[in-house]
């Protein structure tokens, strides 16, 4: 008897991946309350992506909630159908230690004293009452938090967890724990096939075997999503050099490559030369829509995500970073601290962030980062000099979905 052909397993996998996605929505009824305009774009967005099945979680992309969690029902009633103004998705910083000194990394001048334990519970939970449902634990190097698994558990409550990290440390028990208490997704910092590319770029003799090491752990866990997290540079970019790297990803087999530019987040970077242009971007959104077709890996762009036609940018307002001293900023790629949660609520700080920056087409900093340099201060930027910064600050149109959803919420009142 012949064996299936390679096409024929992906038609059965589809098949499957359907049906499941079908049992999901029909699961669902307060969905057929989401406003049609609201739907459609949701519609047309997933279109972009191939929903996967990992571990029975059906995945569109790390960035979301798989679509038959807990946490996109919340998403469906809390934002879509009961419109509410809260953040959606957050990121939390559990350390600042970490063993690698990445020129671009957007906490390497934040400074503190560290939250305990019992803060960083406090701000999870603040997090999913305020209305997030997505929940990204990063660092400096979230591994070398002692208590990073009951962290986790605890953020999985309601909310889909995702984890950033070099790799450096991890063990296949603290693997499987993770998953165990809820983790669905873990991205391993992985910028260049090439190991003296990326070790030089992370300051950090054997930063490359290690992420390989921790992605070989992470792919042997059952059910887990694993995924790469790449920062591009404006050269590699233009050199080509993206397209290779993605094909080197899929040859190690990983589900999905999350992708960014270097951010102007620090002094170094508040060059014009150094930032990435519209075509740029242009050129990796064509580049994700492509591999996406084929479906041999998820290609994630956040110039994608935040684009006018699709989320947009809402720093400070669907978007929070609470960085691991507990000071709050409106993403992690705006280095800006509005208050820190020792000192006020974490609710208070929000609102206030809120009041100061408005849902834009395109990434904050980037648009902004003359700003920053004009200040000439070091980063992050205290209270007074954000509320500043946020009202002197350029905001373009609300992406395509913000849109809609500002529309469906003043017809609903």
Not at 35 to 53: E, N
Not at 138 to 159: M, Q, R, S, V
Not at 169 to 178: E, Q, S, W
Not at 328 to 355: H, K, Q, Y
């Amino acid at each position: 008897m012949r064996s299936p052909s390679p096409a024929a397993k992906r038609g059965k996998t589809k098949a499957r991946v359907r049906g499941a996605l079908a049992r999901t929505l029909l699961a669902k009824p307060r969905i057929l309350r989401v406003k049609p305009s609201l739907s459609l774009f949701l519609l047309g967005y997933m279109k972009k992506f191939r929903v996967r099945s990992s571990g029975g979680n059906l995945i569109l992309h790390s960035h979301l909630p798989p679509l038959n969690s807990e946490a996109y029902g919340r998403f469906v009633d809390e934002h879509l159908v009961a419109g509410t103004e809260g953040p959606s998705h957050a990121q939390v910083g559990l350390t600042n230690a970490c063993p690698q000194r990445c020129a671009y990394c957007y906490n390497r001048d934040r400074q503190g004293t560290p939250m305990d334990t019992e803060t960083i519970l406090g701000v999870v939970r603040d997090l999913r009452d305020m209305g997030v449902f997505w929940i990204g634990l990063t660092g400096g190097e979230p591994l070398l938090n002692k208590d990073l698994t009951a962290i986790t558990e605890a953020a999985a409550d309601g909310c889909a967890v995702k984890l950033f990290t070099t790799g450096w440390g991890v063990t296949p028990r603290l693997a499987r724990d993770l998953h165990r208490a809820g983790l669905f997704s873990v991205s391993v910092s992985l910028d260049h096939w090439r190991e003296d590319v990326h070790d030089a770029a992370r300051g950090c003799p054997g930063a490359f075997r290690a992420a390989l090491e921790a992605l070989e752990i992470f792919r042997r866990v059952p059910g887990l999503h694993v995924g790469v997290s790449a920062v591009l540079t404006r050269d590699m970019i233009r050199r080509g050099e993206t397209e290779a790297f993605l094909d080197y990803l899929v040859g190690l087999g990983v589900d999905e490559a999350w992708l960014s530019e270097v951010k102007p987040v620090a002094a170094p970077f508040w060059d014009e030369e150094a930032l990435v242009t519209d075509e740029d971007i242009r050129t990796l959104v064509r580049l994700q829509d492509r591999h996406n077709r084929e479906g041999r890996i998820t290609v994630n762009y956040l110039g994608h995500f935040e684009a006018r036609e699709n989320f947009g940018c809402n720093a400070g307002r669907k978007m929070i970073y609470v960085d691991a001293f507990g000071d709050v900023s409106p993403c992690v790629f705006t280095p800006v601290s509005f208050g820190n949660v020792r000192d006020r609520s974490l609710r208070e700080i929000a609102a206030e962030m809120r009041g100061c920056f408005r849902p834009s087409d395109s990434c904050f900093i980037r648009r902004n980062v003359g700003l920053f340099k004009a200040l000439g201060a070091a980063v992050p930027l205290g209270r007074e000099a954000g509320l500043r910064l946020a009202g002197e600050a350029g905001f373009g149109v609300p992406g395509e979905f913000i849109r809609r959803w500002e529309k469906a919420r003043k017809r609903k009142g």
